[in-house]
């Protein structure tokens, strides 16, 4: 059987940075339309797979939750990864809800208690409450993987960082590299979901999937689905999403060209500080340009410091940490980087 893998949707997301109020609408669209794209109907034959985060936040409005159904519907099973999930006791997440109207969702009954979900030769491990419960679930499906494989491949399906050397924050999941050495032995493949950019490790045996689309700068990469041949473990990328279409970084000054079917600018350069409201003019220029644009971003040096202004013509200079804090929003790094700054500023 052929399935085809996606991951990381996050539907309903919104960006504040670099973006305009229309703009930040048409990347919600963008990620439907991405997400859809990343689950195809035909052929037939293809069992689509998502591996998580198919929405933003554990809760949403009842546009996204439609979103979400369908996506889902076309879905043979949807795994619960860190955003889709809440520690929020009495609550009904909208992946919860999706659950209930009858779609595969594949989510701990018990966020305390490992948990596994074997179809076949494919291993599921959704979300989990600790660190210890969650690798306790991978070697749990290792296990039941060791004497229940009958000549298939065996293919080990999660949501969570892979060997992160920094301290998680508590709703992030990590697989260490020696433990996915150890679940090797019994597992063909690894397929991760979680991190947005992807990425090949041990001997490409160990997947990064990648989301479907970029949701801000930080994640800006190629993107791809994912057809696995169960039967050999074959796994092939398709390309749903190219920087060289849908990116461009553009110097401050020059002609700006026609930027229809771009979604992401960045404006470089240096200035000396009384021209920060051309740059803004500029910035402006550049949104005019692309009816597509769902983020321009202003690198350009003012005197000692990056400006971000965006549309607005008002000069807005902010210092190098806070456009670092704001280029991080919506990832895992942002809690990271404030966490560090604290260390190193104290």
């Known amino acids: 059987m052929m399935f085809n893998f996606f991951t990381d949707?996050?539907?309903?997301?919104?960006?504040?940075?670099?973006?305009?109020?229309?703009?930040?609408?048409?990347?919600?669209q963008a990620l439907y339309e991405a997400a859809l794209s990343a689950s195809p109907t035909e052929p037939l034959d293809e069992k689509n797979v998502c591996l998580g985060d198919l929405f933003d936040k554990a809760f949403n409005s009842e546009d996204v939750l439609v979103q979400g159904h369908e996506v889902a519907g076309g879905c043979m099973w949807t795994l619960s990864g860190n955003h889709d999930e809440t520690n929020r006791a009495d609550t009904v997440t909208t992946l919860a809800a999706l659950k209930q109207m009858g779609h595969s969702i594949i989510s701990a009954p018990d966020l305390s208690t490992p948990y596994f979900e074997a179809h076949g030769a494919l291993y599921f491990v959704p979300h989990h409450a600790s660190q210890a419960l969650f690798e306790r679930a991978m070697k749990d499906a290792a296990e039941h993987a060791a004497g229940n494989r009958d000549g298939q491949a065996a293919v080990l399906l999660l949501h969570c960082n892979y060997n992160c050397q920094f301290e998680l924050q508590?709703?992030?999941?990590?697989?260490?590299?020696?433990?996915?050495?150890?679940?090797?032995?019994?597992?063909?493949?690894?397929?991760?979901?979680?991190?947005?950019?992807?990425?090949?490790?041990?001997?490409?045996?160990?997947?990064?999937?990648?989301?479907?689309?970029?949701?801000?700068?930080?994640?800006?990469?190629?993107?791809?689905?994912?057809?696995?041949?169960?039967?050999?473990?074959?796994?092939?990328?398709?390309?749903?999403?190219s920087m060289e279409d849908g990116y461009r970084q553009l110097k401050y000054g020059d002609d700006i060209p026609n930027l229809d079917g771009v979604q992401f600018v960045d404006v470089v350069g240096a200035e000396a500080a009384e021209d920060a409201v051309a740059v803004a003019h500029y910035v402006q220029r550049v949104w005019a340009a692309g009816d597509d644009l769902l983020a321009v971003r202003n690198n350009v040096q003012i005197g000692d410091h990056l400006q971000d202004i965006g549309q607005v013509v008002t000069p807005q200079v902010s210092d190098l940490r806070t456009h670092i804090d704001a280029d991080l929003e919506g990832s895992d790094l942002q809690p990271l980087y404030r966490e560090l700054l604290k260390e190193v500023t104290a």
Do not use: M
């Not at 504040?16 to 990347?27: F, G, I, P, Q, Y």
């Not at 001997?203 to 190629?222: A, C, E």
């Open 9 to 28: 949707p996050h539907l309903g997301t919104r960006r504040a940075a670099h973006t305009t109020r229309e703009s930040s609408k048409k990347l919600q």
């Open 170 to 241: 508590d709703d992030t999941l990590n697989l260490p590299e020696e433990l996915a050495e150890q679940l090797l032995e019994h597992f063909d493949l690894i397929l991760l979901g979680h991190e947005h950019k992807p990425a090949l490790h041990l001997d490409g045996r160990v997947v990064i999937l990648g989301n479907t689309h970029p949701t801000s700068f930080s994640d800006l990469s190629d993107k791809y689905r994912y057809l696995l041949d169960d039967e050999t473990a074959e796994l092939t990328p398709v390309k749903i999403w």
